[in-house]
């Protein structure tokens, strides 16, 4: 279990130096190198999920073994029966449990500041998650909010400690998954903590408002979906929007906020710019106080400055760009999945464990891709991987449907000359075309 960044970093680093080691005895670079080599899969996040496998058809036997990390803390039978309860043909569960918090934790912001103003439920947000009398259920916290009480949310995805000065978790757990035959494996799933509980924010929320009787003037609390329903990170949508759905459903059972049931209106982010800005302006327009979304970390860095210029809330349940962190946002940004600074020790740790000789980190053209790349790149320097041991790919996803497929033939060829044992894919559906590439140039996946 991973108690600190400190101990992890040592970790790898021992792991790093028995690898270099191994390196060294009787074998230099040229010969680590083969003109055919077996190559080890990895995946994160926005790949790691059952529904990818669709993306291969015929061809999904080409991920049996891959390995890849997600942030995912065990999810109770409970929760998991519940989703099901709201979409029965769910298959995935990633995101689902910060979806559902970001929604509970917005609701109950909501409840302390005795009003709807965008501004007001933010300076509340933080103080929801630490400090306070601890509750997980949402009919239990909001009977606590409406009593003017400081309240701890300790939820499904939040359970460890609450949100930095800076609105995200100080904590994080990641699930290590493995694709067995067409599908992961559950039976080989692992999980591992990260983070530090004492960078949890330790200053006070204004005073929480106590509701008595009837509903307040502002009411009801009307919150904005800006989820990926369309585009490369579509596969993602079911379990984001199941957990967004359930936890409106047992807030308005619970009595809502404010005396009012909660409002949600949908929209769809599309993976894709121009759609996310079309879905905040009519947000706007529609008197929404809080946008849940978006899926990816590109498309909040995108409409970011229009949710700002307006006062809104954006509240994401899966950006995990480090570089959002410390993003302008007038205290208006926040996120209930931890940033990529985590994951990437956990990714590289994963990789290290099989002992590769070359790797190869293929990434996405965008501040999600890129910065997880980054960051791997950079856990596995300080686990004493060489530079000319790792091997940097970037590609630039379709902008839309209707651009033509993702052409990785010569970024394929690259990594198959370079001779490369493990292959890191950050992506989202999208990403498919790379595996599919790399078998196309006559690589061996090693299952």
């Known amino acids: 279990m991973l108690v600190s960044p400190g101990s992890r970093v040592a970790a790898l680093a021992a792991c790093g130096a028995l690898l270099l080691v191994g390196a060294g005895c009787g074998a230099d670079k040229s010969e680590e190198a083969t003109t055919n080599p077996q190559v080890r899969l990895y995946g994160s996040d926005g790949n790691m999920t059952n529904a990818y496998a669709g993306e291969f058809k015929e061809r999904a036997d080409l991920l049996d073994g891959m390995k890849g990390t997600t942030p995912l803390t065990p999810l109770p039978e409970a929760f998991k029966n519940r989703l099901r309860a709201v979409d029965p043909k769910l298959t995935d569960y990633l995101y689902s449990a910060e979806s559902y918090d970001a929604v509970i934790i917005s609701a109950l912001a909501a409840q302390l500041a005795g009003s709807t103003d965008p501004a007001a439920i933010a300076k509340q947000i933080v ?37 930095t000065d800076a609105g995200e978790p100080a904590t994080a757990s990641y699930a290590t998954l493995t694709f067995g035959e067409e599908k992961l494996d559950d039976g080989k799933t692992e999980f591992v903590g990260a983070g530090d509980e004492s960078a949890a924010s330790t200053k006070n929320p204004p005073r929480p408002h106590r509701q008595r009787t009837g509903k307040a003037p502002s009411a009801p609390l009307v919150l904005g979906g800006l989820l990926p329903r369309t585009g490369d990170l579509a596969i993602a949508y079911p379990p984001l929007a199941a957990g967004a759905e359930l936890a409106l459903k047992e807030i308005n059972a619970a009595g809502g906020v404010l005396g009012e049931d909660v409002r949600w209106v949908d929209g769809d982010d599309g993976t894709n710019p121009a759609v996310a800005k079309a879905t905040v302006e009519k947000h706007i327009a529609d008197g929404v106080h809080v946008i849940i979304g978006a899926g990816a970390s590109g498309i909040s ?133 790379v595996i599919r590439a790399l078998a196309d140039s006559g690589v061996q996946i090693r299952h």
């Open 127 to 163: 103080g929801v998650t630490n400090n306070g009398e601890r509750c997980e259920k949402a009919a239990d916290c909001l009977r606590l909010a409406r009593d003017g009480r400081d309240i701890e949310y300790r939820g499904v995805s939040l359970n460890r400690a609450g949100f």
């Open 301 to 433: 860095r995108a409409v970011l400055p229009d949710v700002v210029a307006a006062g809104l809330v954006l509240f994401s349940p899966s950006n995990t760009d480090a570089g959002l962190t410390s993003i302008e946002d007038k205290g208006l940004y926040f996120r209930t999945a931890p940033p990529d600074s985590l994951q990437g020790r956990a990714l590289a740790d994963v990789i290290l464990r099989d002992g590769p000789h070359r790797i190869a980190l293929v990434a996405r053209k965008d501040s999600y891709g890129e910065g997880l790349q980054e960051n791997v790149r950079a856990e596995l320097e300080r686990a004493g991987i060489d530079g000319d041991r790792v091997k940097l790919l970037t590609y630039e996803p379709p902008a839309d449907a209707k651009a033509p497929p993702l052409d990785f033939t010569a970024g394929a060829r690259e990594i198959k000359e370079y001779g490369a044992d493990a292959v890191l894919v950050i992506g989202f559906g999208e990403s498919a075309q």
